[in-house]
């Protein structure tokens, strides 16, 4: 409408106000309120400036690809357009099994860091039954060396018998020097782990004497534990099932989109935006002053209504995607029967180095009385000028040895019992530590449970035959096979290890030069 040589000039704007929600079901709810304002020079118009725009509700739900709540909560909302779909793990189903994986985790560490205190803790009450050996022995190479050099000026003994006691001292001495060393060290190690601070002006000193009583557990219920409580499986497992979810939502885009739409809008127009009457200035008779009172007013409305439906040839990322999760999940159930083997054998090693440790205490402790024995025996003798000072000395060395390897398999055994709970997974519950959310539900449990003795109580396959055979072989059934005889049968069945004697504690000022003040402690055999 512009004449020859004219210039159109408009001045436009738009508001726009959306408000959406997504239901559980994938269905979308949206409504929206538009304004746009157009102003120009064009004489064909019916107001020099219009306002026009409209109030729209519409509701989207699909059908068929990525419909359910299922679907939903796996991979969280789907939009109007499969496009650009490259992963089924944004819903919050998933973002949960993440919470949970992340918490086993963290029990997992926390466990670990349990059993590195605990270790600790024994490595420190063996420094100081170590610390405690060495200087009994050095107090007896004291006395020995101080006998000899008064015997030495008596003329009962040789100059090389005296410098054989001083060089023994000595050596003993160092010893028990580099035993306070190693106490300290392990002492700040402690400190360390339980973030203490490296000096206060105390020193740690562990209560709790280990223990001496035999521990049986059963290797059935022990294997039933330990698949049911082991964090890693539990996370192996809340993984797979997370994949499990997430095959299902791949699978159902790999369906065809087939959506229903409807929708309501009421429209408007007006010369003004508000107006306080309906008379506008090109005097219709519609009263289009206002152009919301077009719009309260309902009488230019439109509404739709019916299917939409869209399918990509192919489908080759949604067949990809589902590949790639199925490769995932087969990986991911490989690893977790992986992981029970490798827990069932980590558990075997924790019984076998249980009952290794309880033999060793028991051999050990029969060695220290025999030690000791010996020691009494050989200064007796030497008393008598039967033997040398040599012998003497050697059986010296002999019980401060034996004292200290039967410490370290008693303490090696108490911690072996801490190895063999943290292998089954109860260390923390061992210890009263509790996580807020570090259990499953309770048929969670039932069916791990189910599953290890599924594991534990596998089909017996008669016609299997085992090469080389078993060592308790029946008579009977393979005659003239020789069989390995019970060590019972054999050897004496060691004595019971009886309490530990009281520590010695050391010196104050870590000085060793008054160590000839240190008495023997009684020996409780």
Do not use: C
């Not at 890693?232 to 790999?254: F, G, N, T, V």
């Not at 589902?322 to 690893?335: C, D, F, S, T």
């Not at 200290?404 to 108490?414: F, G, K």
């Amino acid at each position: 409408g512009l004449a020859q040589g004219d210039t159109l000039t408009e001045d436009a704007a738009a508001f726009t106000s959306p408000l959406a929600k997504t239901m559980a079901d994938g269905g979308q709810f949206a409504v929206s309120h538009n304004w746009n304002y157009s102003s120009n020079n064009a004489p064909a118009r019916l107001f020099p400036s219009v306002y026009t725009g409209f109030l729209r509700a519409e509701y989207r739900r699909p059908l068929w690809a990525a419909s359910g709540l299922d679907f939903t909560r796996i991979n969280g909302p789907i939009g109007q357009s499969l496009t650009g779909v490259t992963g089924v793990s944004q819903g919050v189903v998933i973002a949960r099994i993440n919470t949970d994986i992340s918490i086993a985790d963290f029990e997992l560490t926390v466990a670990g860091l349990v059993k590195e205190i605990e270790d600790a803790y024994w490595d420190l009450a063996l420094a100081y039954r170590t610390y405690d050996a060495e200087m009994v022995a050095l107090t007896s190479a004291l006395r020995t060396l101080r006998e000899t050099e008064a015997k030495l000026i008596t003329g009962f003994v040789s100059a090389s018998d005296e410098a054989q006691a001083r060089d023994n001292y000595f050596d003993t001495r160092s010893r028990t020097e580099n035993a306070l060393a190693d106490l300290y060290a392990l002492e700040a190690r402690l400190r360390r782990l339980l973030s203490l601070p490296v000096n206060d002006g105390h020193v740690i000193r562990p209560v709790d004497e280990p223990a001496v009583a035999e521990f049986q557990p059963d290797w059935r219920i022990s294997l039933a534990q330990a698949l049911t409580n082991r964090p890693e499986l539990r996370r192996q497992k809340w993984s797979i099932k997370s994949l499990e979810l997430q095959l299902q939502a791949a699978r159902s885009l790999a369906q065809p989109r087939l959506d229903f739409i409807s929708g309501y809008q009421v429209n408007a127009f007006g010369d003004h935006l508000l107006g306080q009457n309906d008379n506008d200035a090109a005097g219709t008779a519609q009263g289009l002053n206002s152009a919301y009172e077009t719009l309260t007013q309902g009488n230019q409305t439109s509404w739709d209504l019916g299917l939409q439906f869209s399918m990509p040839f192919g489908f080759r990322l949604a067949l990809a995607q589902i590949r790639n999760v199925e490769l995932r999940l087969a990986k991911a159930r490989a690893a977790l029967n992986a992981q029970e083997l490798e827990i069932s054998h980590e558990l075997a090693a924790a019984f076998q180095q249980l009952d290794r440790f309880y033999l060793t205490a028991q051999t050990n402790f029969n060695r220290r009385r025999a030690a000791a024995e010996r020691v009494a025996a050989a200064e007796a003798e030497y008393e008598l000028e039967r033997i040398t000072l040599d012998i003497v000395l050697r059986a010296q060395i002999s019980l401060s040895q034996a004292e200290i390897a039967y410490y370290r398999s008693l303490i090696e055994y108490n911690k072996s019992v801490a190895e063999l709970y943290y292998r089954m997974g109860r260390l923390l519950e061992l210890n009263e530590i509790e996580l807020a959310e570090n259990a499953w539900t309770p048929q969670a449990y039932i069916d791990a449970l189910r599953r290890a003795w599924e594991r534990t109580n596998a089909i017996p396959a008669p016609h299997l035959k085992t090469r080389p055979l078993e060592f308790e072989a029946d008579l009977d059934a393979h005659p003239g096979e020789l069989l390995l005889p019970d060590a019972r049968d054999v050897f004496e069945e060691p004595a019971p290890a009886p309490e530990s004697p009281p520590f010695v504690p050391p010196p104050p000022n870590g000085d060793l030069r008054d160590a000839g003040q240190v008495s023997l402690p009684a020996d409780p055999s």
